[in-house]
């Protein structure tokens, strides 16, 4: 079972920045999708912004074109969020997952592809 794990998280003022890492547990990485999702109470997962095995493709929730990168480092199991000009509505609890599905760009963030994930890490935007 593969295994994820979030860090990274904490308080930011609206206008920070915040980089969250997810240490992902298989000698082949590649072979697998990561995505971040965020959660907040009453609301559906979401999507954020996910990446391909090899890293040459990504996709992007609208509400943060812009402002967040998603990125991985294969040869040290890691993949990353990097959030800029964070707003009071990023805060929610932020999850990596991982899948050996091979979506296409426009589905790397489907939400059901996604069964391996990571215990989350609370993001909290506010002055």
């Known amino acids: 079972q593969l295994q994820l794990v979030e860090s990274g998280g904490g308080l930011v003022q609206p206008g920070g920045s915040l980089r969250l890492s997810c240490k992902v547990s298989t000698s082949t990485p590649h072979y697998y999708a990561i995505g971040w999702f965020r959660q907040v109470p009453g609301k559906e997962r979401e999507g954020v912004g996910c990446i391909s095995g090899s890293g040459g493709s990504t996709n992007y929730a609208d509400s943060v074109k812009g402002r967040f990168t998603v990125s991985r480092d294969n040869a040290n199991n890691m993949a990353y969020l990097q959030m800029d000009s964070l707003k009071s509505e990023d805060t929610a609890v932020y999850f990596c997952?991982?899948?050996?599905?091979?979506?296409?760009?426009?589905?790397?963030?489907?939400?059901?592809?996604?069964?391996?994930w990571g215990q989350g890490t609370q993001v909290t935007v506010s002055s």
């Open positions: 997952a991982a899948t050996r599905a091979n979506p296409i760009i426009s589905r790397l963030c489907v939400l059901s592809l996604y069964d391996n």
